[in-house]
């Protein structure tokens, strides 16, 4: 008996376009295919560039009810569809379905969100200096913009990206991850069908080498926002530089820092630990993969978070029982083990995990180096899987120095019952994102998202942030 795998093919002008078919699997059952999808060469990835070029004007042009209606029908269709989306999504990156319905809920809101953000002022008046002139800022669209995403959040990372690209009357082409096309595809669909004018929106799948160079190197994009790796980044920057001068913005890694102080409650720190250093497998930028803690509590807090994160039941992400899924590629769970070996090899202790589970999958355990130092690889290299080391340190000042002892700077936490401990690390962490009492990785979508140093480039993500990206600011002034 043969059966159909379900295809995702690229979108073009409001077209599906077929090419090459390459299969998508399962990381946590290997040889099943999850679906297909249609490679793209750089002539797809022109033509979507024209048509986004011809269908602009008129998107931008819409009264701002009908983009609204469009937008909200997006975000209500995908809320309607979450369980299946999560399965697919689950099936596709790893993450467990309850995290994965968590994410399409969020991609969803997303879009009805920056609906309603069309509603919000869009400029301001200034009294002018001068006699009879009217001075204001207005915005008007950035144009036609490249959107580059990684496999992490397959579809909340697209979502935030391509709302308010679309909510402030841009047209867009979005290049997912080859990992994650499945997603994508999907996310197409919906925009496809929600009446939105053909060309607004359109999917490029491909490497990033061919189709992403395409939209770095093309004078039809107006600008580059990417989230990725920090060296990823780095050239996307030079690119677009290079190419136009393009506006680009870039979110990159983290090496984010969780403090445990001597007077934090335990059972806080360890769940804030547990959730920030291994859910998703810690495949998440905001990750707390450096956990500084006092000495006064660091026996207790190891041998606590050694013991919770070794219970973590890693298994199947569609089995309700599981904790943990799988990492994300064998790549990447290569990549993994080698830190395993080059943590230890710096001196660093296993405490908690430290393998893989040798059956069929790419499951590894949750992995926890004590005894590590700041100046270690492991505490200066994203590695962007279930791995966290622990660092001790004496007192709140050295905590916060080695918390800002690092390229990257996206988001930085603290496990502390001192008002006056918490209110000063929100003040002196080097970092975009502060969290007091919860774990580095929640973030909300109605708030700016970004960071500092290697992590960030460029305005803010997410919130009425993202309008400083997508809109250009026109100062006008009228003589009257
Ligand atoms: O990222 P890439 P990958 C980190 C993490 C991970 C590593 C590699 O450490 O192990 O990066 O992951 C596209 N021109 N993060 O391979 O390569 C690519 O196709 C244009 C951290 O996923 O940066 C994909 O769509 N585009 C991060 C996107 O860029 C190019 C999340 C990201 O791919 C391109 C993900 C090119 N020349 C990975 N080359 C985080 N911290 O959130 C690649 N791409």
């Not at 959040?153 to 990992?179: D, F, Q, R, S, T």
């Amino acid at each position: 008996m043969t059966t159909t795998v379900p295809h995702h093919l690229n979108l073009v002008d409001g077209e599906w376009v077929d090419g090459e078919r390459r299969p998508n699997g399962n990381p946590a059952r290997p040889g099943e295919v999850v679906s297909e999808y249609a490679v793209a060469g750089r002539d797809t990835a022109r033509a979507a560039i024209e048509a986004a070029r011809r269908a602009q004007p008129g998107w931008a042009g819409q009264p701002i009810g009908s983009r609204m209606d469009i937008l909200d029908r997006i975000g209500t269709t995908i809320l309607r569809r979450t369980e299946e989306l999560a399965v697919l999504l689950s099936r596709e990156e790893g993450k467990l379905l309850s995290e994965a319905r968590g994410e399409v809920t969020r991609a969803g809101q997303t879009f009805r969100y920056y609906a309603h953000q069309l509603l919000q002022p869009q400029g301001e008046v200034y009294s002018s200096t001068r006699p009879r002139v009217h001075a204001e800022v207005r915005r008007r669209p950035l144009g036609v913009v490249g959107i580059i995403t990684p496999w992490n959040y397959p579809i909340a990372i697209p979502a935030w990206k391509v709302a308010p690209a679309l909510a402030y009357g841009n047209a867009v082409v979005l290049k997912p991850a080859e990992l994650v096309t499945a997603s994508a595809g999907e996310l197409a669909r919906i925009i496809n069908e929600s009446g939105m004018p053909p060309g607004v929106f359109n999917l490029v799948m491909g490497a990033g080498r061919v189709v992403g160079e395409e939209l770095l190197t093309s004078t039809g994009i107006d600008g580059i926002s990417f989230t990725g790796g920090t060296g990823t980044g780095s050239h996307v920057a030079q690119q677009c530089l290079a190419h136009g001068n393009k506006r680009f913005q870039l979110e990159m890694g983290g090496k984010n820092p969780l403090v445990v102080l001597d007077d934090a409650d335990l059972e806080v720190a360890v769940r804030c630990a547990l959730d920030g250093s291994f859910f998703s497998s810690g495949q998440r930028c905001t990750a707390s993969s450096r956990l500084i803690v006092q000495a006064g509590i660091h026996d207790r807090f190891v041998e606590a978070l050694a013991a919770a994160a070794g219970a973590l039941r890693v298994g199947d992400p569609l089995d309700p029982l599981s904790e943990l899924g799988p990492v994300v590629s064998p790549e990447q769970l290569s990549q993994n083990l080698d830190y395993v070996r080059i943590g230890r090899d710096e001196g660093a202790t296993v405490v908690a995990g430290g393998t893989h589970r040798p059956d069929e999958g790419q499951f590894m355990r949750p992995t926890l180096f004590a005894d590590a130092r700041n100046d270690m690889r492991v505490a200066r290299e994203e590695i962007f899987g279930p791995v966290a080391c622990v660092i001790s340190v004496d007192d709140l000042d050295e905590a916060i120095s080695v918390a800002g002892d690092t390229e990257y700077g996206l988001s930085a936490g603290i496990v502390t019952t001192s008002l006056s401990a918490a209110e000063r690390f929100k003040r002196d962490a080097r970092s975009g994102i502060v969290s007091v009492n919860l774990p580095t990785a929640g973030t909300e979508l109605h708030l700016p998202f970004g960071g500092t140093g290697a992590s960030n480039h460029g305005p803010r993500e997410q919130g009425g942030y993202a309008r400083d990206f997508y809109s250009v600011p026109v100062t006008c002034y009228t003589g009257w």
